[in-house]
């Protein structure tokens, strides 16, 4: 992933295969620590992981501000089954979105 285009590689050659452009695309594999509390945070500020800040500053702040202005508003993940989409959106635990 290089900002908002993801790419699917071949891993046998490592041949980009097809490459997607979305408005907002998120890594969550790696390049994250764990804090005491247990919050996934970013490993560094030049990480790509995208904690759950970035996926709130990025999209959820504007839904909800629009929900309360009473506008209807609807955030819609895309993506393969497991690959993290409801943990973007939603997370768990001491991950979840911001209160």
């Not at 702040?61 to 089954?81: D, E, I, K, M, P």
């Amino acid at each position: 992933m290089k900002g908002n285009i993801t790419t699917v590689t071949n891993p046998d050659d490592s041949a980009d295969v097809k490459s997607f452009t979305y408005d907002y695309s998120y890594w969550s594999f790696d390049g994250c620590k764990e804090e005491p509390n247990g919050y996934f945070a970013k490993q560094s500020p030049n990480s790509k992981y995208a904690d759950q800040n970035t996926v709130y500053n990025d999209l959820g702040g504007g839904v909800l501000a629009n929900a309360w202005a009473c506008y209807n508003s609807t955030l819609f993940a895309y993506g393969q089954t497991g690959s993290g989409k409801s943990w973007s959106v939603i997370g768990y635990g001491s991950n979840k979105g911001k209160k």
